[in-house]
């Protein structure tokens, strides 16, 4: 499975990006996708999650109430809608994809928030 995270750029405060997670090599659908981002000089983060089962969606504190994880199985995808951005959400955002002991990560993407 190769994962694949884009859609990231320059924003400024209070603005809005969407991410996207695509897959080749395997169907999303069977997977729990979770997101992650690693700011400069910290250690990597989980930011979200959504099942592969009943779609239950999880977010951490920091992006609850902004940040929106959804799928779009006949796309192959996983999104993240990042709404109110704020400077400290500046990070290479990762998707993983896990289903049992398979686990998988893309490689990143940047988002810069910044005036």
């Known amino acids: 499975v190769q994962l694949q995270a884009y859609g990231g750029g320059l924003v400024q405060p209070g603005g809005f990006l969407r991410l996207s997670c695509g897959a080749s090599?395997?169907?999303?659908?069977?997977?729990?996708i979770g997101w992650f981002r690693q700011a400069p000089g910290k250690e990597r983060e989980w930011v979200s999650y959504i099942s592969s089962s009943d779609g239950s969606k999880k977010y951490a504190d920091s992006v609850k109430g902004r940040f929106t994880i959804s799928r779009d199985n006949a796309k192959n995808t996983v999104y993240l809608q990042m709404n109110s951005l704020k400077p400290e959400d500046t990070a290479v955002y990762y998707c993983?994809?896990?289903?049992?002991?398979?686990?998988?990560w893309g490689q990143g993407t940047l988002v810069t928030v910044s005036s």
């Open positions: 090599g395997a169907s999303l659908d069977y997977y729990a």
């Open positions: 993983n994809a896990q289903r049992g002991l398979a686990n998988y």
